[in-house]
């Protein structure tokens, strides 16, 4: 055995993963143990009409493998989709971090990224009002990093203790397993109405943050506040921040229940279709460093898993870009399999004390064991560190790699020592030398109390529209909620964030915010600690309005329409010019034109062409598509009478989305969605484009870069 055999590429970490794969070609079917079969289709009988037979082991070898392809679904997370692609580094951090990855600008690190819901099972809809959850592995040369974060920046609960409440709340309720992937239910709110410290994440998750566009346009977090650590082993404090080069986008509620109906795959499709389209989904990764010596300097407390780091206060820093380039071979053997873990470190980072990452650092192996069965699951694949593994663990379920020699223990002469403990400039994995020095105590700390402020922040720095979808957020949850006694307490609490928030939230209850909130039981204490401790603190003050927290106003924000799809509704004898001036143009910058037509097959155009309709009227909803555009045809007068065609454009015309139309279709425009315009600057036709002269192109491309027109929604909305 070498000291120090070097780690394989990326090309090789390919390889290994090619090894596993079967190829269907010129080959004969076989069983487990490589007998070619002769006939797959009937079970060995006695007689063609008689009883089967025991001896049949080609038959029992394919039921008994049938009969044991699920695995434990997730408890959490379940719902999930995946792909590989590669990390790779801005450069020059290593002031801060010697993890070589985070440095070293020649290294393609391989990673594998898997985005989920949390609350749903493994078969429910993408567009789930919930967290995302946004894991990525990092092979890197130095072992596995996981940096296991979600698509929003704070959690609900400030410790680990609490999750399997959280969890259980959220669920399904267990006496009839309804609703499914939804958080509006009694027990959800029961549990976050006597949890104040839940707050500022109710803001997030009751924002649009929590029904995304895509995959591809989210913002993805750490959350924890992290440790970098330096060849010398000093330390900073880090929060991880996922930037999307697309920006960050959302759709609208009324949208995401309709497109649960319409394609309950809508995200995982748009993920796997961008990769297979060569549009390769990118984020830039960004640091936020404190140095230790400012641990205490903010008004909260950095370990406090409830609070951001206002962007504001200290800026994100881009170290680095992802881009996913690959979609998985087998669902099952690599995104069903993949075993993530926040404990998975590499030199060059650390843990905080977040009591929150300090409960999840158990879990994680703990869940893997049940799930996937075995300690042998870093040995599947997918789970497989590039960088070369030796160790004295040995044997159990599965094992697959065949270890040689006499020796599985440390200290050993008859193995010649191996495999040797690396010292820290060979690379071993030392931890931060904090010091600690306490009393056993099973308390939160004080500075983890102040549960409004934040929440408050997020709810100020949102535009107007932004807090109208939280408002009506909260509206649809809590009426979803049949007992009152817990809608109360949820305005009570919304009151102590902003009480304009918590009177509009009551209006559409139609009960009144209490005029004094109840206080939490038994919040965040034990049932002998001193409650005047731990008293909620009130708002504070300081905190000033952060763009960074709204996704209108985010500077991430962009006008490509790159991967845009619209919606060409188009019937037999549409206007070939019409179609391809724009299909041209959008294609010029990477936006899709996707023809819609009244029946499947081909269309014909008024030049005599066929086009192929990628979708019908029937089989398709304009919440699929990101804008509409009705090219000029004869035929066009018929579909003034298609409920499914009037409902397509108005729909798109609810959810603001940009609705271009040939000026010869204008009637079928204004019938479907119920108005003219009074003028040229009439709000309420913002973002309908006309093609009545040859900037028509530009003028669409340029309205649907705006992503939805939302002075549209004011208007509508009064
Ligand atoms: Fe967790 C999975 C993210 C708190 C226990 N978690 C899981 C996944 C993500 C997160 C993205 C799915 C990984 C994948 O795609 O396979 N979890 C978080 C974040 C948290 C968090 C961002 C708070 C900041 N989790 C958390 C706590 C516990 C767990 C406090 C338990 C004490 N999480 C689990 C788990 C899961 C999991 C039960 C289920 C499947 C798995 O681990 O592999 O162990």
């Known amino acids: 055995m070498k000291k120090n055999d070097t780690p394989t590429t990326e090309n090789a970490k390919l390889k290994d993963l090619e090894k596993n794969k079967e190829y269907s070609e010129n080959q004969f079917i076989t069983t487990d143990q490589g007998v070619k079969i002769n006939d797959d289709h009937n079970t060995l009988k006695a007689g063609e009409r008689g009883p089967s037979l025991l001896e049949d082991f080609i038959m029992r070898e394919k039921i008994t493998h049938f009969d044991h392809e699920r695995i434990p679904e997730r408890i959490v997370h379940a719902r999930g989709s995946a792909a590989h692609g590669y990390f790779?580094?801005?450069?020059?951090?290593?002031?801060?971090?010697?993890?070589?990855?985070?440095?070293?600008?020649?290294?393609?690190?391989?990673?594998?990224?898997?985005f989920s819901t949390v609350a749903g099972f493994r078969g429910s809809t993408d567009l789930a009002r919930d967290v995302r959850g946004f894991a990525v592995k990092f092979y890197t040369q130095e072992g596995n990093f996981d940096l296991v974060g979600n698509n929003m920046p704070v959690f609900f609960i400030q410790d680990a203790m609490k999750f399997p409440d959280l969890i259980h709340a959220v669920k399904p309720e267990p006496h009839n397993e309804i609703p499914q992937a939804a958080s509006a239910h009694d027990t959800f709110w029961d549990f976050i109405s006597l949890m104040p410290e839940s707050m500022h994440m109710i803001m997030w998750v009751m924002s649009d943050r929590a029904i995304p566009r895509s995959l591809r346009m989210m913002e993805g977090f750490g959350i924890h506040t992290f440790r970098l650590v330096n060849e010398k082993n000093m330390s900073v404090f880090v929060k991880f921040h996922w930037k999307p080069k697309l920006g960050t986008h959302a759709v609208v509620w009324d949208e995401a229940l309709k497109i649960s109906g319409n394609d309950p795959d809508f995200h995982r499709r748009d993920l796997w279709e961008a990769i297979e389209n060569g549009n390769?989904?990118?984020?830039?990764?960004?640091?936020?460093?404190v140095p230790e010596e400012d641990e205490h300097k903010f008004n909260f407390d950095l370990l406090d898993p409830t609070k951001i780091i206002p962007e504001e206060?200290?800026?994100?820093?881009?170290?680095?870009?992802?881009?996913?380039?690959?979609?998985?071979?087998?669902?099952?053997?690599?995104?069903?399999?993949?075993?993530?873990?926040?404990?998975?470190?590499?030199?060059?980072?650390?843990?905080?004390?977040?009591?929150?990452?300090?409960?999840?650092?158990?879990?994680?192996?703990?869940?893997?064991?049940?799930?996937?069965?075995s300690p042998n699951f870093h040995e599947i694949p997918i789970n497989r560190s590039i960088a070369p593994m030796h160790n004295n663990q040995r044997d159990g379920h599965m094992r697959q790699e065949i270890n040689v020699g006499r020796t599985s223990y440390s200290p050993n002469s008859l193995g010649g020592g191996c495999p040797f403990q690396a010292k820290m400039a060979e690379g071993g994995f030392v931890s931060v030398n904090e010091r600690v020095e306490a009393h056993k105590v099973r308390e939160r700390s004080e500075s983890f109390a102040d549960h409004f402020s934040q929440a408050a922040l997020f709810y100020n720095s949102q535009t107007e529209v932004e807090q109208n979808h939280i408002i009506n957020?909260?509206?649809?949850?809590?009426?979803?909620?049949?007992?009152?006694?817990?809608?109360?307490?949820?305005?009570?609490?919304?009151?102590?964030?902003?009480?304009?928030?918590?009177?509009?939230?009551?209006?559409?209850?139609?009960?009144?915010?209490?005029?004094?909130?109840?206080?939490?039981?038994?919040?965040?204490?034990?049932?002998?600690?001193?409650?005047?401790?731990?008293?909620?603190?009130?708002?504070?003050?300081?905190?000033?309005?952060?763009?960074?927290?709204?996704?209108?106003?985010?500077?991430?924000?962009?006008?490509?329409?790159?991967?845009r799809q619209v919606a060409f509704i188009c019937t037999d004898g549409v206007s070939e010019t019409s179609v391809n001036n724009l299909k041209k143009a959008l294609e010029s910058q990477g936006a899709m034109a996707m023809i819609i037509g009244p029946h499947a097959g081909n269309i014909k155009t008024d030049k005599g062409k066929e086009i192929k309709a990628d979708h019908t009227f029937f089989s398709s909803s304009s919440v699929?598509?990101?804008?509409?555009?009705?090219?000029?045809?004869?035929?066009?007068?018929?579909?003034?009478?298609?409920?499914?065609?009037?409902?397509?454009?108005?729909?798109?015309?609810?959810?603001?989305?940009?609705?271009?139309?040939?000026?010869?279709?204008?009637?079928?425009?204004?019938?479907?969605?119920?108005?003219?315009?009074?003028?040229?600057?009439?709000?309420?036709?913002?973002?309908?484009?006309?093609?009545?002269?040859?900037?028509?192109?530009?003028?669409?491309?340029?309205?649907?870069?705006?992503?939805?027109?939302?002075?549209?929604?004011?208007?509508?909305?009064?």
């Open 624 to 718: 699929l598509f990101d804008a509409v555009y009705i090219p000029a045809s004869p035929n066009a007068a018929m579909l003034e009478n298609n409920y499914n065609v009037l409902e397509f454009i108005s729909n798109a015309y609810r959810h603001c989305k940009v609705i271009g139309a040939d000026i010869e279709v204008q009637q079928l425009l204004e019938k479907a969605i119920g108005k003219k315009p009074a003028d040229k600057k009439d709000a309420a036709m913002l973002g309908i484009v006309i093609n009545n002269d040859k900037n028509f192109a530009d003028n669409f491309i340029k309205e649907l870069g705006k992503h939805r027109i939302w002075e549209r929604e004011e208007k509508t909305m009064q």
């Open 88 to 114: 790779e580094s801005y450069g020059n951090i290593n002031q801060y971090t010697k993890a070589g990855f985070l440095n070293d600008t020649t290294i393609k690190t391989p990673v594998f990224a898997r």
């Open 473 to 563: 957020a909260l509206r649809f949850e809590l009426s979803k909620v049949e007992t009152v006694a817990i809608r109360e307490r949820m305005l009570g609490l919304l009151s102590q964030v902003d009480k304009k928030l918590a009177n509009k939230v009551a209006e559409g209850l139609g009960i009144a915010v209490p005029s004094q909130p109840e206080k939490p039981l038994n919040h965040g204490i034990g049932a002998d600690t001193d409650t005047k401790k731990h008293e909620p603190k009130p708002i504070d003050k300081s905190y000033k309005p952060s763009d960074a927290l709204s996704m209108l106003k985010n500077p991430t924000v962009t006008n490509t329409i790159e991967t």
């Open 280 to 289: 390769y989904p990118e984020w830039e990764l960004g640091v936020q460093i």
């Open 313 to 373: 206060l200290v800026p994100v820093t881009k170290i680095g870009r992802m881009v996913l380039n690959r979609n998985p071979d087998n669902f099952f053997a690599e995104t069903e399999q993949v075993a993530f873990h926040p404990g998975h470190l590499v030199p060059g980072i650390d843990f905080s004390n977040d009591p929150l990452l300090q409960g999840r650092l158990f879990s994680y192996t703990d869940t893997q064991l049940s799930r996937l069965g």
